[in-house]
């Protein structure tokens, strides 16, 4: 039985589920705690990330998500965009755990570039994860991309799989620097590429 999903863009109301699901992509936290040392709070990631998501000037943007609905609940989400066809360098002073991560999207020009594929635990291998490819596919025939790239854990066997089955190959690869607490099972980020 497949499960009907409604893929819809994401709202602003979003954010928080959505850095909750970029943190289940890169299997830790993306963002780290930070304290406020004249209110004497504490932002956790989660927090962090959600008020990054909502930046003009953040890593990512809540605008570029969509949501992936089943009965009543977010089941995940895709974080994508078109890149110009002109390549770009990356941006000068990252944080290190992006740095090969920025330099294998660099190589993507032209494409439709999934950043971020994240799915509840409860909703993996039930379709999630191909309905949201899916879509990226018709967001690339939407933006006239030349087809869609994105970057994956050479550990995470599962995503692989899911990948590989929609088409996507590996085109190049960068040595992985760990997010902090990261959980991740590969030593180098693969770009994959679906043209």
């Known amino acids: 039985m497949t499960i009907p999903y409604d893929i819809r863009p994401a709202r602003k109301s979003d ?3 959505i850095a ?3 943190s289940i992509a890169v299997h830790g936290d993306m963002w780290e705690e930070e ?3 004249q209110a ?3 932002s956790g990631p989660i927090e962090v990330g959600r008020l990054d998501l909502l930046s003009e000037d953040g890593t990512f943007s809540w605008s570029d998500a969509f949501m992936a609905e089943a009965n009543g609940e977010v089941a995940g989400m895709i974080l994508g965009y078109r890149k110009p ?3 770009q360098p990356a941006p000068p002073n990252l944080w290190a755990p992006l740095v090969p991560l920025q330099e294998l999207e660099a190589e993507s020009a032209g494409l439709w570039y999934v950043a971020m594929l994240g799915v509840h635990k409860n909703w993996r291998s039930q379709g999630a994860g ?3 490819l899916e879509h990226a596919d018709q967001q690339a025939r939407r933006t006239n991309a030349r087809g869609l790239a994105l ?3 050479d550990g995470n066997g599962g995503a692989r799989k899911l990948y590989e089955g929609r088409g996507f190959v590996v085109r190049d690869s960068r040595p992985i620097v760990p997010f902090p607490d990261s959980k991740q099972d590969g030593s180098n980020w693969l770009l994959m590429v679906k043209e």
């Open 40 to 42: 004497g709070e504490v």
């Open 85 to 87: 066809d002109a390549r």
């Open 130 to 132: 191909s309905a949201l």
């Open 20 to 22: 909750l699901l970029i």
């Open 15 to 17: 954010a928080a589920e």
């Open 151 to 153: 970057v994956v854990d």
């Open 35 to 37: 304290k406020d040392e």
